[in-house]
């Protein structure tokens, strides 16, 4: 067996020695009580797009789902197994929190190959069969007349943060606790290259910079 990566231990052991100190108290306490996190974060798996690095949080602060293009699926409550659902139903229906952050964010590998419809990476082309679940039954998604791709890119990048808000809601449990005040659902989009946070305007539906003084 290939040794443990080195940098992981010498990372763990910056961590034991230079944040576990102050925070020790945080993990017993939390490892006694147990986990209540306030907000659910619903990201992306892009390595640059760590939720616990942007929002500076801290040990239970976030309970976070990540996976390929930080998608929700519409409530399927069939046979299948549906990771995202159970993590949502487990972080509303047993965690009760107050928020779920759908976080978006630039140069996304998976938009990229839903909009270049690249070919499959294995037979069972499971980032193709995933991105699908992002456009409805007979809905088409393309680049419009004079706009770039770049401009075009990020426009799927953000509908994908308003698909899985949208997807959000089909599930009945998290419809119950909207209406009743208890949820909140919001929508953010980060800008990988300046480290900049967009967050939804439910309002006018548009992303706004969360940077101080803009
Ligand atoms: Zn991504």
Redesign the pocket.
């Known amino acids: 067996m290939k040794s443990f990566p080195q940098h992981l231990l010498d990372g763990y052991r910056t961590f034991q020695t230079q944040r576990l100190p102050t925070e020790q108290s945080r993990y017993r306490e939390l490892s006694e009580r147990g986990q209540s996190p306030e907000v659910m974060v619903i990201g992306?798996?892009?390595s640059r797009?760590s939720p616990e690095v942007i929002f500076d949080a801290g040990p239970g602060e976030l309970f976070v789902v990540r996976n390929?293009?930080?998608l929700v699926p519409v409530y399927t409550p069939d046979s299948g197994t549906h990771g995202v659902s159970a993590a949502l139903e487990y972080a509303v229906n047993a965690l009760r929190v107050k928020h779920v952050v759908v976080l978006?964010?630039a140069?996304?590998?998976?938009?990229r190959a839903f909009i270049d419809k690249t070919a499959p990476l294995s037979p069972g082309d499971f980032i193709g069969r995933w991105m699908s679940m992002f456009i409805k039954p007979g809905e088409v998604v393309e680049q419009r007349d004079h706009e770039t791709m770049a401009d075009f890119t990020v426009r799927i990048?953000k509908a994908a943060v308003f698909r899985s808000l949208e997807n959000l809601m089909t599930f009945p449990f998290v419809k119950t606790q909207v209406a009743s005040g208890a949820l909140n659902l919001h929508g953010a989009y980060f800008g990988v290259a300046g480290g900049s946070l967009f967050v939804l305007d439910q309002t006018t539906k548009e992303f706004r910079s969360a940077r101080d003084g803009e």
């Open positions: 992306c798996c892009d797009v390929v293009a930080n978006g964010h140069q996304c590998g998976g938009i990048e």
